[in-house]
């Protein structure tokens, strides 16, 4: 089961993946494409090319897991690329947003009045 850890980091495969690989496929996808050790206890996200199912890759004390969700209809939002690498580092707020299927370019952040308790009233 995945439990949200301080130090644990998320990749996510930019590229649309074969998702019909199971543990040896991915984890030599992590190996010889992302440079990543599959071992390390760090999470590995996969989409497929339709982005209507997805794959997480990981080692717990044990062994290798694979936790998996497929969508009846629509598709997962990817985040907004930073870079045309083939990983993208993501954390875990971002991993729950997108197995929510909620987008982030979508969120509206409002601006919130925060009074400062260093500033100084009628200087």
């Given at each position: 089961?995945?439990?949200?850890?301080?130090?644990?980091?998320?990749?996510?495969?930019?590229?649309?993946?074969?998702?019909r690989k199971s543990?040896?496929?991915?984890?030599?996808?992590?190996?010889?494409?992302?440079?990543?050790?599959?071992?390390?206890?760090?999470?590995?996200?996969?989409?497929?090319?339709?982005?209507?199912?997805?794959?997480?890759?990981?080692?717990?004390?044990?062994?290798?897991?694979?936790?998996?969700?497929?969508?009846?209809?629509?598709?997962?939002?990817?985040?907004?690329?930073?870079?045309?690498?083939?990983?993208?580092?993501?954390?875990?707020?971002?991993?729950?947003?997108?197995?929510?299927?909620?987008?982030?370019?979508?969120?509206?952040?409002?601006?919130?009045?925060?009074?400062?308790?260093?500033?100084?009233?009628?200087?």
């Amino acid at each position: 089961m995945l439990f949200p850890e301080a130090q644990l980091r998320i990749w996510l495969y930019a590229l649309p993946c074969d998702l019909r690989k199971s543990y040896d496929g991915l984890s030599a996808l992590v190996k010889q494409t992302l440079r990543e050790d599959p071992l390390s206890g760090q999470l590995f996200v996969f989409i497929n090319r339709k982005r209507n199912q997805i794959k997480i890759l990981y080692f717990d004390r044990s062994g290798y897991a694979i936790w998996g969700k497929r969508l009846e209809q629509g598709q997962f939002p990817l985040p907004p690329p930073t870079s045309r690498h083939e990983k993208l580092a993501l954390d875990w707020t971002r991993l729950k947003l997108m197995l929510e299927g909620i987008e982030e370019k979508k969120i509206v952040r409002r601006k919130r009045y925060f009074h400062s308790k260093n500033t100084a009233i009628g200087v």
